[in-house]
Antibody
């Protein structure tokens, strides 16, 4: 069974930093692109960024580019999201997501971890 | 960035009725269109990809179709457990953008 479990969320003041983790199991982690998608409370979904299987190629949304960095440790089956210079508008539930089905979009989601940016 | 526009914002249906949700892309996304279902307190679940292909384990009452830049999610014979928000998403261009969602309520 595919499992994605995020951790590391919490309350952080504006300008602060936080690192989220996502531990994957049930599939060959090192073969697949990995993604972070976020959802502010009561609002819609935003694809934050993605990282290729080897960790050498990434894409970010305009809203986080230059502040957020996605990385991975394939030996530990773990994906990371390093978030710097956090803003109030970064407050959201952050999902770790992957695509295992050819030509599909995002087909396996973790339950999410909540990041609250507030003073 | 491609803008995805969903309608209606809310749809209220009786159990057993058909629900039809629409999604329009601001430019061509080919058939790179997905539909997700999000129940209260849960992560989204992929229902449809490639505009019309049901994801693994999705009941046959869910179907998707396309006509140019217009996409439709149909739920035949709505069940009480279909109460949820439904999002469309294009993944033709980065960043894959989502619509604002359509809420399905059960009368």
């Amino acid at each position: 069974e595919v499992q994605l479990v995020e951790s590391g969320g919490g309350l952080i003041p504006p300008g602060g930093s936080l690192r989220l983790s996502c531990v994957a199991s049930g599939f060959m982690f090192s073969d697949h692109w990995m993604n972070w998608v976020r959802q502010p409370p009561g609002k819609g979904l935003e694809w934050v960024g993605r990282l290729n299987s080897g960790g050498t190629g990434s894409h970010y949304s305009d809203s986080v580019r230059g502040r957020f960095t996605i990385s991975r440790d394939n030996a530990k089956n773990t994906l990371y999201l390093e978030m710097n210079n956090l803003r109030v508008e970064d407050t959201a539930l952050y999902y770790c997501v992957t695509r295992l089905t050819t030509d599909a979009s995002l087909d396996h989601w973790g339950p999410g971890t909540l990041v609250t940016v507030s003073s | 960035e491609i803008v995805m526009t969903q309608s209606p914002a809310t749809l209220s249906v009786f159990p057993g009725e058909r629900a039809t949700l629409s999604c329009r892309a601001s430019q061509s996304v080919s058939n790179k269109l997905a539909w997700y279902q999000q129940k209260p307190g849960q992560a989204p679940r992929l229902l449809i990809y490639g505009a019309s292909i049901r994801a693994t384990g999705i009941p046959a009452r869910f179907s998707g179709s396309e006509s140019g830049t217009e996409f439709t999610l149909t739920i035949n014979s709505v069940q009480s457990e279909d109460l949820a928000l439904y999002y469309c998403q294009q993944y033709h261009n980065w960043p894959g953008t989502f619509g604002l969602g359509s809420k399905v309520e059960i009368k």
